[in-house]
T-cell receptor, first 117, second 114 residues
Framework: GAVVSQHPSWVICKSGTSVKIECRSL??????MFWYRQFPKQSLMLMAT?????????EQGVEKDKFLINHASLTLSTLTVTSAHPEDSSFYIC?????????????FGPGTRLTVL | AQSVTQLDSQVPVFEEAPVELRCNYS??????LFWYVQYPNQGLQLLLK??????LVKGINGFEAEFNKSQTSFHLRKPSVHISDTAEYFC????????????FGKGTKLTVNP
């Protein structure tokens, strides 16, 4: 199956700093990638759709200036959490769809655990 | 818009017992249906998917699910579970011919006890 990687797998930072998370599709190209946030023992909440070569589309209630998304190439999307605060601590997961017969299948990265002190 | 309801937040079972994890969805258009499994501190892994055709879908690790259009359900089943099946299971949908965005249920924590 297709592989999606994330880096770093975990990060601890001080309040007020910015953190960049990378999402890469390793063996296929993805014009679209999705960023999710998952709180402990809860489901995945879609934050935004990352579009290669254009602006990301954010879900309602997600601050675009807080969560900067850049989809610089067909295999890389980055999520930058700016001026991070403890409430931004969460598990961030990206996914990339790859076309298949009858519909696209989403391939998920392993996730990034962000802890803001 | 679609929505997904997973009726059970937690399901404890004994090893080698059968299990069913329930999923109902709501949508005004035809959908594709998915079940994902998440082990602790990991991303999601696709168990199985329904796109079209046979309503009984077989997936990895001995899991299967049946699409029931009239009841708008896509319940996941396994005839005999193992300790290693302990994980969080998510049901998800997206609309046919529409956005690739997935809408997830809240998840069901399956705990298999010895």
């Amino acid at each position: 199956g297709a592989v999606v990687s994330q880096h770093p797998s975990w990060v601890i930072c001080k309040s007020g700093t910015s953190v960049k998370i990378e999402c890469r599709s390793l063996d296929f190209q993805a014009t679209t990638m999705f960023w999710y946030r998952q709180f402990p023992k809860q489901s995945l909440m879609l934050m935004a759709t990352s579009n290669e070569g254009s602006k990301a589309t954010y879900e309602q209630g997600v601050e675009k200036d807080k969560f900067l998304i850049n989809h610089a190439s067909l295999t890389l999307s980055t999520l930058t959490v700016t001026s991070a605060h403890p409430e931004d601590s969460s598990f961030y997961i990206c996914s990339a769809p790859r076309g298949g017969v009858g519909g696209n299948e989403q391939f998920f990265g392993p996730g990034t655990r962000l802890t803001v002190l | 818009a679609q929505s997904v309801t997973q009726l059970d937040s937690q399901v404890p079972v004994f090893e080698e017992a059968p299990v069913e994890l329930r999923c109902n969805y709501s949508s005004s258009v035809s959908v594709y249906l998915f079940w994902y499994v998440q082990y602790p501190n990991q991303g999601l892994q696709l168990l199985l998917k329904y796109l079209s055709g046979s309503t009984l879908v077989k997936g990895i690790n001995g899991f299967e699910a049946e699409f029931n259009k009239s009841q708008t359900s896509f319940h996941l089943r396994k005839p005999s579970v193992h300790i290693s099946d302990t994980a969080e299971y998510f049901c998800a949908v997206n609309s046919q011919g529409g956005s690739e965005k997935l809408v997830f249920g809240k998840g069901t924590k399956l705990t298999v006890n010895p």
